[in-house]
Nanobody, 129 residues
Framework: QVHLVQSGGGLAQPGGSLRLSCGSS????????IGWFRQTPGKEREGVSC????????YYADSVKGRFTVSRDNAQTTVYLQVNNLKPEDTAVYYC??????????????????????WGQGTQVTVAS
């Protein structure tokens, strides 16, 4: 089981940008779909985006479409979430996770947290002026 380590996040102003990283300590992620989720206190963990690392195909929740971009590096050991035009409502702890082996990213259903089993440690994103 690959161990996911997250970095990035922090404080940004409304309209600003951040890049979140989700790495595997050098192991290839090319057999996985990786999801990005976020959670605020008292709320369910919400899927925002996912990527099939083997071919780079992606899917986005409507709430972030056009503002967030998920990608992977050429070595396919790190997945990124570029978050642009940030809004205060984007404030949350962001998590990456590997999907279960049979899962493929590509539909709204692929952002269900039940389809993911191996989570990074989370990173805080705070959007405030």
């Amino acid at each position: 089981q690959v161990h996911l380590v997250q970095s990035g996040g922090g404080l940004a102003q409304p309209g600003g940008s951040l890049r979140l990283s989700c790495g595997s300590s050098g192991l290839s992620l090319d057999v996985y779909a990786i999801g990005w989720f976020r959670q605020t206190p008292g709320k369910e963990r919400e899927g925002v985006s996912c990527i099939n690392v083997w071919d780079g195909s992606t899917y986005y929740a409507d709430s972030v479409k056009g503002r967030f971009t998920v990608s992977r590096d050429n070595a396919q050991t790190t997945v990124y979430l570029q978050v642009n035009n940030l809004k205060p409502e984007d404030t949350a702890v962001y998590y990456c996770a590997t999907a279960k082996p049979e899962e493929i990213c590509g539909t709204r259903n692929s952002l269900s947290k039940a389809k993911y089993y191996n989570w990074g440690q989370g990173t805080q994103v705070t959007v405030a002026s």
